[in-house]
């Protein structure tokens, strides 16, 4: 007999019948000869119930049976008498897998998320958990899924670079050479290294893909980057994924036009291919979800400058821990007071002040900004963070001397406005902080499997 996934048993209301199901004890209670069960093989949230009767061969097995424990059902689907469900498993043959110990710690009750955090091997089990990390699968397929449709080309950007694409110093660094003998030499010689010069893993594929998208036009990257940002708070990890799309002959406002339209496609595709986990959401993690999931998906982005974001910043009389000032970049604080409070919905930031942004972001004609944009959610703060890129090579030049940065590592790069240039832009979206936005879940540590932050990399 064929296993069958829950899944589909409720979702798709299948015939009664023989079915096959394999899948972990939630709960067990026994009645004068009878063992209730509820089996959940993480396919979805709901559980089934298999009721096992004592005329089975094996039933007194069945009775030590505990939470936590893999089981092998086999019987009919039928309907069921009881109530919240709609069928349930008559068991013709139950295979006890594997019989967990008493000392399971997903017992039935409420656990805390920094509890879990400690267990992070076992909390898919659980209901939020669980359905967190089904959503997360979901949404990476909506990506590549909505990228496809919008004739766009997949491209797996490096993770060893020699490049900082930032311009800042916060990365790790990637070497063969043996630490005792660097220790002994009391320098590091990066000519004999693995590849003959200092290399890092990265904090971006936007470089790369600048270098694809003016050759096939519209390409996106999505996969692992890394900072050795020492920072611990709700909203860092060290290891996290990256949306990155490029597109060539693409504005600024087109750039935006993107952003809106991708966020508010993967939010239409959660809702509607995870529904039942997007209710556990709305119900216990966030009762405000459902209201800020309307707001993204029914309003218009709003789209002020910098200089216009600081002025109503000024203005507010709200008492910020960070002073408020042109010149700054904004804080958590700033960015969630604009898209909470002020406007109370998505809201685009364009044209920063060139000191606090990276080289390769295009000067506006006022020679004082440059044509960024980060996309402010409520809930959450910054979502986006893009640019249109400075296709121009006499100015990418002037603004890399003006921040040190040594041409001729980035010799490939100016090559593609030397041969070819066009306007390009594209953006960042860091995959983690759209789920905690979705999901209503506070910390990114929760929606990543096995988060890495400072001192902890265990599992």
Not at 43 to 55: E, H, R
Request: proline content about 4%.
């Amino acid at each position: 007999m064929k296993r069958t996934k829950i899944n589909l048993l409720i979702k798709l209301e299948k015939s009664p019948g023989n079915v096959l199901v394999k899948g972990w004890v939630r709960t067990r209670r026994g009645s004068k000869g009878f063992s209730f069960m509820e089996i959940n093989d993480g396919s979805c949230l709901k559980n089934i119930q298999v009721i096992a009767t004592g005329d089975l061969k094996n039933y007194h097995d069945i009775e030590t049976i505990t939470t936590g424990s893999s089981v092998s059902v086999a019987g009919k689907l039928a309907e069921s008498p009881g109530k919240g469900q709609k069928w349930e498993i008559q068991a013709e043959n139950l295979e006890i897998i594997n019989l967990a110990p008493e000392s399971y710690p997903l017992q039935k009750k409420r656990h805390s998320d920094e509890f879990l955090r400690t267990i992070a091997h076992l909390r898919p089990r659980t209901n939020k958990y669980g359905a967190a990390f089904r959503l997360r699968s979901e949404m990476a397929f909506a990506i590549h899924k909505f990228y496809r449709e919008k004739g766009f080309r997949y491209l797996t950007t490096p993770l060893i670079t020699g490049s900082d694409c930032e311009g800042a110093g916060e990365m790790f660094r990637v070497t063969s050479l043996d630490p005792e003998k660097v220790k002994e030499q009391g320098e590091m010689d990066f000519t004999m290294d693995f590849f003959g010069q200092e290399s890092n893993l990265t904090v971006s594929g936007q470089l790369s893909a600048e270098m694809f998208a003016l050759a096939l036009g519209d390409v996106y990257t999505f996969g692992p980057t890394f900072r050795a940002e020492n920072s611990n708070t709700s909203r860092h990890v060290a290891e996290f994924w990256m949306l990155e799309p490029e597109m060539a002959f693409c504005d600024l406002k087109e750039n935006m036009d993107h952003g809106e339209e991708l966020v508010k496609y993967l939010t239409r595709h959660a809702m509607a291919e995870c529904s039942e986990d997007m209710a556990l959401f709305s119900n216990f993690v966030d009762k405000s979800l459902s209201k800020r999931i309307d707001t993204i998906l029914n309003s218009e982005f709003g789209r002020i400058s910098y200089g216009e974001a600081i002025e109503i910043l000024k203005k507010s009389k709200k008492k910020f821990d960070f002073k408020v000032k042109y010149g700054i970049d904004l804080q958590s604080e700033h960015e969630r007071f604009l898209a909470e409070e002020y406007y109370k919905k998505p809201v685009f930031l364009t044209d920063y002040p060139k000191g606090i942004k990276p080289f390769y972001m295009r000067m506006n004609d006022d020679g004082k900004t440059v044509a960024a944009v980060d996309l402010l959610v409520p809930g959450i703060g910054e979502l986006i963070g893009g640019s249109q890129r400075e296709e121009r090579l006499d100015i990418l030049e002037k603004r890399m001397n003006e921040m040190n940065l040594p041409m001729d590592d980035y010799w490939w790069y100016l090559d593609s406005r030397r041969f070819g240039s066009a306007p390009h832009s594209g953006f960042g979206l860091g995959f983690e902080r759209f789920l905690m936005m979705i999901t209503g879940i506070s910390n990114i540590r929760d929606v990543i499997p096995f988060p890495r932050t400072p001192g902890r990399i265990d599992f």
